[in-house]
């Protein structure tokens, strides 16, 4: 059974950092891809990152537009942990942030993971 733990959300200025973590158990964690997504009040689940392996030691990432150059994607696989830094961010950044994991070959859509956290709350002030 994998489960995703995330933690490092809070409230935050407008134009501040955190950084979001997700400690995994359970699964090969190495070959994963692993996702970010969010959710604010009243809207859909959407995709902001996510980070595959593409072959031994390399690992690709993509990002949503709004939060390219902002937001970076990492991973720690002696950890088995993936990281969101978040930098300047906006109001419009606030939602629910969620950790997710799988095989599936869409890393945008949520029916591209099989495993997901319970989330974590990010608030931007303006």
């Known amino acids: 059974q994998v489960q995703l733990v995330e933690s490092g959300g809070g409230l935050v200025q407008a134009g501040g950092s955190l950084r979001l973590s997700c400690v995994t158990s359970?699964?090969?964690?190495?070959?994963?891809?692993m996702g970010w997504f969010r959710q604010a009040p009243g809207k859909e689940r959407e995709f902001v990152a996510a980070?595959?392996?593409?072959?031994?030691?390399?690992?690709?990432?993509e990002y949503t537009d709004s939060v390219k150059g902002r937001f970076a994607i990492s991973r720690d696989n002696a950890k088995r942990t993936v990281y969101l830094e978040m930098n300047n961010l906006k109001p419009e950044d606030t939602a629910v942030y969620y950790c997710?994991?799988?095989?599936?070959?869409?890393?945008?859509?949520?029916?591209?993971?099989?495993?997901w956290g319970q989330g974590t709350q990010v608030t931007v002030s303006s």
């Open positions: 359970g699964g090969t964690f190495n070959t994963y891809s």
């Open positions: 997710a994991a799988g095989y599936g070959t869409n890393r945008r859509s949520v029916y591209g993971y099989e495993y």
């Open positions: 980070i595959r392996w593409s072959g031994g030691s390399t690992y690709l990432t």
